[in-house]
Structures are given as structure tokens and as C-alpha cells.
Nanobody
Framework: QVQLVESGGGLVQPGGSLRLSCAAS????????MGWYRQAPGKQRELVAA???????NYADSVKGRFTISRDNAKNTVYLQMNSLKPDDTAVYYC??????????????????WGQGTQVTVSS
């Protein structure tokens, strides 16, 4: 079983910065992609940023130029650097991993695991 552990959330002033981290552990054959989603109260969960196995990135229009997704393959960790934070960024942020497994003579080309979520609150 693969687990994701998130950290780095908290309370910040508008215009401030945070860096979220998400570390994966467990049996992983290959990572297809990793990403960050967020969900505010009363709203649908939305994609914030994602990075593929070949380095392609995708960002929500609302965060372009302010957020940056990156990864450390040696640590199986994905980061989200969040700058110029706005009150509208307030949400629970979830990391996500799309990966394959190969063990016990069995190959599974795609599994998806979600992190537990970390609260980001931007308020004056």
C-alpha cells in the first residue's frame, strides 16, 4: 500500500508564502504523475498543479505565475511553492500520485492514491 504524507500548511497573511510537501512511501514501480488539488468549503475539488513523468506541468489559471510545482525523485516527494497568496487560495490542499506497481508476479499499470489533506488559510 502506498501512502502520501502532506505537510507545510498553515495560516498566512495575504501576500505571504508557503511551501507544501508530499512524501510518498510504499511499493512503487514507476510514478506516472504527481499533483496538487484543493477544495474550499462548498466548492468542487479542483486541480492546482500537476507534473508528469516526463516533466510536463499544468497549472490552474488562477495560480499561474504564483505557484510552482516541483519534485525530488530521490525522496519520492513533490512540492508546491505558493507565493503571493490570496484569501481565495484558502482551502484544504490534497496531493495525488498516479503510479504503477509490479510485485508478486503481477503488474498494475495505474493506481491512484490521495494524501490526507493539509489546511491552508490566507487571512488578515
Amino acid at each position: 500500500q502506498v501512502q502520501l504524507v502532506e505537510s507545510g500548511g498553515g495560516l498566512v497573511q495575504p501576500g505571504g508564502s508557503l511551501r507544501l510537501s508530499c512524501a510518498a512511501s510504499g511499493t512503487i514501480f514507476s510514478i506516472n504523475a504527481m499533483g496538487w488539488y484543493r477544495q474550499a468549503p462548498g466548492k468542487q475539488r479542483e486541480l492546482v498543479a500537476a507534473i508528469s513523468n516526463v516533466g510536463n506541468t499544468n497549472y490552474a489559471d488562477s495560480v499561474k505565475g504564483r505557484f510552482t510545482i516541483s519534485r525530488d525523485n530521490a525522496k519520492n516527494t513533490v512540492y508546491l511553492q505558493m507565493n503571493s497568496l490570496k484569501p481565495d487560495d484558502t482551502a484544504v490542499y490534497y496531493c495525488n500520485i498516479d503510479y504503477s506497481t509490479y510485485y508478486g508476479g503481477s503488474y498494475d499499470p495505474r493506481r491512484v492514491t490521495w494524501g490526507q489533506g493539509t489546511q491552508v488559510t490566507v487571512s488578515s
